[in-house]
């Protein structure tokens, strides 16, 4: 176990979260103040790499939502702010280390669909590793999981099939599609864009990817959000910023947390029926 878990297990008395969320750039409103339990800051989390962006904050907080204990990481690490591989595996084992049995990524990508406009939601069905990078490069993590795992169910069928149920269920449109991790940090050309498109990419953005190469890798089963912040380099004739991610992330806010907690109110956690 990391160090980081017992730290955590310390500072929360045990309490075991069943659910970890991941905000993405640009959504900073989870919780209500009273339905918190402990915050406690990366900085005090001795394997946890430190944010550098702004829209990340770096702060893990727990508490309830329609009676489960979640866990929700604000703010995440990228590739592009240097960081070596293993460590931003870290995180992601310390949710599987302090007994989370289910992760929800989300994070704010450009579409490649015209008929996915910015403030649409999309649940991903697959991912493309178009990062050059992988977090499990260098010796394996055995006490987490094998050398070669598999990745043929990454984003879990079982829960993603809840997962679009449930915003059905509440009138919440739903995309579901192939997102494609870049390592950024620029954004993408128009070429790479339509490069993209051609090999069956739906959205686009700089993170997810290697947090759900490690879950899947220590067993951890995810499901993956994306807010559509922007139409890709390219599709739209304006210019991409970071300013522009935020803001729209932030109109999108509401969506996304009310289907996050639609789908906590509800979700069955027995997978013993999946059939896939
Ligand atoms: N490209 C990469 N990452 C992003 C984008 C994009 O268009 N929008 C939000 N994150």
Not at 18 to 36: P, W
Not at 69 to 95: D, Q, T
Request: net charge negative.
């Amino acid at each position: 176990m990391l160090e980081s878990s017992k730290i955590f297990l310390n500072t929360t008395k045990n309490i075991q979260p069943e659910i970890a969320v991941i905000l993405g750039s640009g959504l900073t409103n989870f919780f209500d103040n009273e339905n918190i339990f402990y915050t406690i800051s990366y900085e005090n989390l001795p394997e946890f790499p430190q944010p550098t962006i702004k829209g990340h904050a770096g702060k893990l907080v727990l508490g309830n939502i329609h009676n489960h204990k979640v866990i929700c990481m604000y703010g995440r690490s990228h590739i592009y702010e240097g960081h070596s591989p293993p460590i931003l595996a870290n995180p992601i084992r310390v949710l599987k280390d302090i007994g989370c049995k289910l992760l929800i990524v989300t994070n704010a990508a450009g579409s490649l669909k015209q008929d996915m406009p910015p403030g649409s939601l999309m649940t991903i069905s697959d991912h493309i590793n178009w990062s050059g990078f992988n977090p499990l490069i260098g010796a394996n993590a055995e006490s987490y999981g094998p050398r070669f795992h598999d990745m043929s169910d990454a984003y879990h069928q079982f829960y993603r099939n809840q997962l679009i149920k449930i915003a059905s269920k509440n009138n919440q449109s739903l995309f579901e599609g192939v997102y494609c991790m870049y390592s950024g940090p620029n954004f993408e050309t128009p070429a790479e864009i339509k490069a993209l498109q051609v090999i069956g990419g739906s959205a686009v953005g700089m993170s997810t990817v290697p947090e759900v190469i490690v879950a899947n890798h220590c067993s951890l089963p995810v499901i993956g959000i994306s807010v559509i912040t922007n139409y890709a380099a390219g599709i739209s004739k304006t210019k991409l910023s970071h300013q522009e991610t935020l803001e729209q992330a932030s109109f999108a806010e509401d969506n996304v947390v009310n289907l996050l907690k639609n789908f906590i109110k509800d979700v069955n956690f027995d997978d013993t029926a999946r059939n896939n």
